[in-house]
């Protein structure tokens, strides 16, 4: 199957002053982008080609998992922005209290794993085997599916997420994304999970 660039749910200046519009623009339009051109490419006559995403990510190595893990983390990334105010609801809600015991020790437990995390990679939510919330960091292109976990949200702590805005800053970068955070998101990623265990 042809894997094809994900068109944005928000437009490019939506997070204009905290993520600017030739950031969106660069990282969408140009990073985003080639990882999907990459990958169409590089899949091309291989085993890989008539896969779908998460497949090849769980499947694949060197330059075809780095170009396909790229595109789902980049997918996901995006999909977890909004532009309107969102809510997590109260399944997400008690399994945050139940895991972190409250939102605003996510909130600090997550933005300090993705400021601590050493060079380009990514910070997850995401719920283990047994439905437990946890937070993951991960290098360069790698995700929780790697460890069988079900991903709920990231962000993207590569300095093309955020250099044009925040320059060296990356903590900073952090704090505001999570203003932005689609709560809607995480919730219908939570609740796929529960569905999936019944
Ligand atoms: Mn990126």
């Known amino acids: 199957m042809k894997h094809t660039l994900m068109t944005l749910p928000f437009e490019e200046n939506a997070f204009e002053p905290i993520i600017s519009k030739e950031?969106?623009?660069y990282h969408h339009g140009k990073h985003h982008a080639g990882y999907v051109n990459n990958l169409n490419k590089l899949i091309a006559g291989?085993?890989?080609?008539?896969?779908?995403?998460?497949?090849?990510v769980k499947s694949a190595q060197g330059a075809i998992f780095n170009n396909a893990a790229q595109v789902y983390n980049h997918d996901f990334y995006f999909n977890g922005l909004s532009s309107t105010s969102t809510t997590p609801s109260p399944e997400l809600l008690v399994s945050i209290q139940r895991d972190f015991k409250s939102r605003e020790i996510l909130k600090k437990a997550f933005?300090?794993?993705?400021?601590?995390?050493?060079?380009?990679?990514?910070?997850?939510?995401?719920?283990?085997?047994?439905?437990?919330?946890h937070i993951e960091q991960h290098a360069?292109?790698?995700n929780p599916l790697l460890n069988k976990h079900t991903p709920l949200l990231t962000?993207?702590?590569?300095?093309?997420?955020?250099?044009?805005d925040y320059r060296n800053a990356r903590a900073d970068y952090l704090h505001k994304w999570?203003?932005?955070?689609n709560w809607e998101f995480v919730s219908q990623n939570l609740a796929l999970f529960a569905k999936s265990r019944n």
């Open 23 to 25: 950031t969106i623009r």
């Open 46 to 56: 291989t085993p890989y080609e008539n896969m779908d995403l998460s497949t090849i």
């Open 111 to 133: 933005l300090e794993a993705g400021a601590a995390l050493f060079g380009s990679g990514w910070v997850w939510l995401c719920v283990d085997e047994g439905g437990t919330l």
């Open 140 to 142: 360069n292109a790698s």
């Open 155 to 164: 962000c993207d702590v590569w300095e093309h997420a955020y250099y044009i």
């Open 178 to 181: 999570w203003e932005l955070i």
